[in-house]
């Protein structure tokens, strides 16, 4: 990829979901320089190639590493495209924005209608449901995970899990009590067909009830699809808010203009 010429100011990109890849490559090609933030090697990998000023990958630090970092590397504005429930990094970006005055955006994906979705405000919610003789797959984050299983079990639920391939995930399946033959450590839409190792895990398990985060993303897609093809029940956890104070964009070209200042 070659350099554009009409080059604008410099953007930090912290990204938690897939729309971080196709942020950058738009944002570079349109003459910014973009500077990017992964928690992980993993997903540093799908930014090889582009022409970034510089990639970090790992733990910022809380608000004071984040100070630090704007004071190292100044930029005209930071991209907030961490996941929707990753409410800590946002609050932290939010703090030390603030503290320097400086800009600060959040791109979020629009939320899909839900269908025959069963929204849920907290995991509390699961508690006033019958789920006697329910086999219910978790496809949560591992944040999510202790209370989900406790909440479902104790409605009269069979749990299963599905968890990511890294030490926090596996510490949160073993402190929420999952058997190890109730256990899938992978990661979603792998495999040469994305959904047929989901739509495999539910029909060994006997899967009759899923429940996932309402993130927008490609992951909730997928369940509503398959909750559809395979008669599941969906449970989604509602999103959190935003931080009100924040400035939120759901395109690529809602968050051009922003960027660019026309919009307030």
Same mark, same amino acid.
């Not at 990094?89 to 924005?97: E, P, T, W």
């Given at each position: 990829?070659h350099?554009?010429?009409?080059?604008?100011?410099?953007?930090?990109?912290?990204?938690?979901?897939?729309?971080?890849?196709?942020?950058?490559?738009?944002?570079?090609?349109?003459?910014?320089?973009?500077?990017?933030?992964?928690?992980?090697?993993?997903?540093?990998?799908?930014?090889?190639?582009?022409?970034?000023?510089?990639?970090?990958?790992?733990?910022?630090?809380?608000?004071?590493?984040i100070?630090q970092w704007?004071?190292?590397?100044?930029?005209?504005?930071?991209?907030?495209?961490?996941?929707?429930?990753?409410?800590?990094?946002?609050?932290?970006?939010?703090?030390?924005?603030?503290?320097?005055?400086?800009?600060?955006?959040?791109?979020? @994906?629009?939320?899909? #209608?839900?269908?025959? =979705?069963? &929204? +849920?405000? %907290?995991?509390?919610? $699961?508690?006033?449901?019958?789920? /006697?003789?329910?086999?219910?797959?978790l496809?949560?984050?591992?944040?999510?995970?202790?209370?989900?299983?406790r909440?479902? @079990?104790?409605?009269? #639920?069979?749990?299963? =899990?599905? &968890? +990511?391939? %890294?030490?926090?995930? $596996?510490?949160?399946?073993?402190? /929420?009590?999952?058997?190890?033959?109730?256990?899938?450590?992978?990661?979603?839409?792998?495999?040469?067909?994305p959904?047929?190792?989901?739509?495999?895990?539910?029909?060994?398990?006997?899967?009759?009830d899923?429940?996932?985060?309402?993130?927008?993303?490609?992951?909730?897609?997928?369940?509503?699809s398959?909750?559809?093809?395979?008669?599941?029940?969906?449970?989604?956890?509602?999103?959190?808010?935003?931080?009100?104070?924040?400035?939120?964009?759901?395109?690529?070209?809602?968050?051009?203009?922003?960027?660019?200042?026309?919009?307030?």
């Amino acid at each position: 990829m070659h350099r554009p010429e009409n080059r604008q100011g410099t953007v930090w990109l912290l990204a938690g979901t897939g729309d971080g890849p196709r942020l950058a490559a738009v944002l570079i090609s349109k003459g910014w320089h973009v500077h990017v933030s992964v928690v992980s090697d993993s997903a540093a990998q799908p930014y090889q190639g582009m022409p970034l000023e510089g990639i970090h990958v790992g733990a910022l630090g809380g608000s004071e590493g984040i100070s630090q970092w704007l004071q190292t590397i100044p930029v005209d504005w930071v991209v907030d495209a961490t996941h929707p429930f990753a409410l800590r990094i946002s609050d932290q970006l939010n703090q030390a924005c603030k503290g320097w005055g400086q800009r600060l955006v959040r791109f979020e @994906r629009r939320m899909e #209608a839900s269908g025959k =979705a069963f &929204v +849920l405000s %907290s995991m509390a919610d $699961l508690a006033d449901q019958s789920l /006697a003789g329910r086999r219910l797959l978790l496809a949560l984050g591992a944040r999510q995970l202790v209370e989900a299983a406790r909440v479902a @079990r104790e409605a009269g #639920a069979t749990v299963f =899990a599905r &968890v +990511l391939p %890294s030490p926090m995930s $596996l510490i949160q399946a073993a402190a /929420a009590r999952v058997p190890s033959d109730h256990l899938a450590v992978v990661r979603p839409l792998q495999g040469p067909e994305p959904g047929a190792l989901e739509a495999a895990l539910c029909r060994r398990w006997a899967i009759t009830d899923v429940v996932c985060r309402q993130s927008g993303g490609a992951t909730e897609a997928l369940w509503a699809s398959l909750s559809i093809e395979m008669g599941l029940g969906l449970w989604l956890l509602r999103r959190p808010l935003p931080i009100a104070e924040v400035a939120v964009v759901h395109s690529v070209g809602e968050l051009l203009t922003h960027l660019n200042g026309t919009t307030s």
